[in-house]
């Protein structure tokens, strides 16, 4: 999750002077802050997690995850025990030729996403579609799982 922190601009008049630009105390702070978890800067880029979005139908739950810029090819996808599995990696390719980073807000590295599965899927059956950056998996429900309507005749 990328945190962003909006600031509103000051008030002509209500700075209070004698005290130090607020800017170089929070660079301080926020510069050590990953060090105090035993995290580097550099070890922050390590491992991220994509959003994932789960939509169950009458005959199947579909997941969703957003993963822009990673190769197909670098996503493997298990299903043990009743536990969908989503791993994969996305590298840091891009140089700069020109100017210098400002800001890295993407994250880079390995993932994995683990989701517990319902009874009465069919894991055999599993289909997945890689199109624009988002993994769609399709999961089949069983036929005995599926819903199946009732129809109650009124007097």
Do not use: C, Q
């Amino acid at each position: 999750m990328v945190n962003l922190r909006i600031r509103k601009s000051e008030t002509p008049g209500r700075r209070i002077t004698g005290w130090p630009d607020m800017s170089d105390i929070e660079k301080e702070i926020f510069s050590n802050f990953p060090m105090w978890f035993g995290k580097t800067a550099e070890s922050m880029g390590d491992t991220w997690t994509p959003s994932v979005d789960i939509i169950e139908k009458d005959d199947s739950w579909v997941f969703k995850a957003e993963l822009p810029e990673v190769n197909p090819d670098d996503v493997h996808v298990t299903v043990e025990e009743g536990i969908l599995s989503i791993k994969g990696s996305r590298k840091f390719e891009e140089e700069v030729s020109e100017g210098n980073y400002t800001r890295f807000e993407r994250h880079y590295g390995s993932f994995e996403r683990r989701f517990s599965l319902p009874s009465g899927i069919d894991s055999e059956n599993i289909t997945a579609n890689y199109r624009h950056g988002v993994l769609t998996l399709s999961v089949p429900k069983k036929e005995e799982a599926k819903p199946k309507p009732i129809k109650i005749e009124v007097k």
